[in-house]
């Protein structure tokens, strides 16, 4: 079977910022939150409220919870979360 290649690139969503822990990031259009975060260089999301040990994304399709973050005020999976101009996010503290 041959190698798969992209042949003339890939389009993105038009250029966004979003508010992480008041600090504007900028983004995609389109990208999920979670990938947006990991091209912002931000691996940690939060903190695990036992142990205190750092959490990011893990699985990236929803399923183990490591990527909670804060959305306009909402608990959400940062994997499942589509970026749009705005939006305000929350990783640091106590979620």
Same mark, same amino acid.
């Given at each position: 079977?041959?190698?798969? @290649? $992209?042949?003339?690139? $890939?389009?993105? &969503? +038009?250029?966004?910022? $979003?508010?992480?822990? &008041?600090?504007? *990031?900028?983004?995609? #259009? &389109? #990208?999920?939150?979670?990938?947006?975060?990991?091209?912002? =260089? @931000? /691996?940690? !999301? +939060?903190?695990?409220?036992?142990? &205190?040990?750092?959490?990011?994304?893990?699985? !990236?399709?929803? %399923?183990?919870?490591?990527?909670? %973050? @804060? *959305?306009? =005020?909402?608990?959400?999976? /940062?994997? @499942?979360? %589509? %970026?749009? #101009?705005? !939006?305000? *996010? #929350?990783?640091?503290?106590?979620?």
């Amino acid at each position: 079977m041959p190698a798969v @290649r $992209i042949a003339h690139g $890939i389009e993105r &969503g +038009r250029s966004v910022t $979003i508010l992480v822990d &008041g600090q504007p *990031v900028a983004a995609h #259009e &389109g #990208e999920t939150l979670a990938a947006a975060l990991a091209a912002a =260089g @931000r /691996a940690t !999301l +939060r903190h695990s409220p036992r142990a &205190g040990t750092a959490r990011g994304a893990f699985c !990236l399709m929803g %399923v183990c919870q490591e990527c909670l %973050v @804060r *959305v306009d =005020g909402r608990l959400c999976q /940062a994997c @499942r979360v %589509v %970026v749009a #101009e705005g !939006l305000a *996010v #929350e990783c640091r503290g106590s979620l």
